[in-house]
């Protein structure tokens, strides 16, 4: 059964892989992360990290028996009591309900370790997977995302309350 981990350094080549084989994917939906995401990896990863120990973020991956990575699964942690969440899923991982019970989890731990008390998350009108995910984990539209929030695709907010730790 894959498993909800928080993001470490050693997670660094397993997370670069899961990127690479589903750019594409990705792209069908959501903006590319450009070339220079993939060439300066290594310096991105540690930055994570380095948000993640300043309590700035809150990273995750979700890791197949194998070690390969099947999502990520990002809070940021921007304002006290907030959580914005992002994620992403590996093709070859969807249709299977672990998106929606990952993102589940993530929002349990914005409230129980982080003390949110709402997270939220922006998803474009032509995500419709991202969507589904969204409202069967609780989320409700809030209203109309600048287009600058989602890789400049028209889109929405969605909100989820959680309770605080």
């Given amino acids: 059964m894959p498993e ?4 470490r350094a050693d997670h660094a080549d397993a997370v670069l892989a899961f990127e ?3 750019r594409a994917w990705f792209a069908r ?5 450009g070339d220079d995401f993939f060439e300066r990896y290594a ?3 540690a930055a994570r990290l380095a948000e993640q ?3 700035e973020g809150a990273y995750f991956v979700l890791v197949d028996e194998d ?3 099947l999502g990520r699964f990002n809070l940021v942690l921007d304002e006290p009591g907030r959580a914005e969440l992002g994620y992403r899923m590996a093709e070859r991982a969807t249709g299977r309900g672990l998106a929606t019970r990952s993102v589940r989890e993530v929002c349990g731990l914005a409230g129980s370790t982080y003390g949110a008390r709402e997270v939220v998350a922006a998803t474009s009108r032509r ?4 969507q589904r995910v969204l409202q069967k984990a609780g989320f409700v539209v809030t209203g109309p995302a600048d287009p600058g929030d989602i890789g400049g695709q028209e889109g929405s907010w969605w909100r989820l309350e959680v309770s605080a730790g």
């Fill in 20 to 22: 690479r084989q589903n």
């Fill in 67 to 69: 070690g390969s990575v």
């Fill in 127 to 130: 995500n419709l997977a991202s």
């Fill in 53 to 55: 120990e300043r309590g």
């Fill in 43 to 45: 310096e991105k990863h």
């Fill in 4 to 7: 909800l981990q928080r993001l």
């Fill in 29 to 33: 939906s959501i903006s590319d992360r």
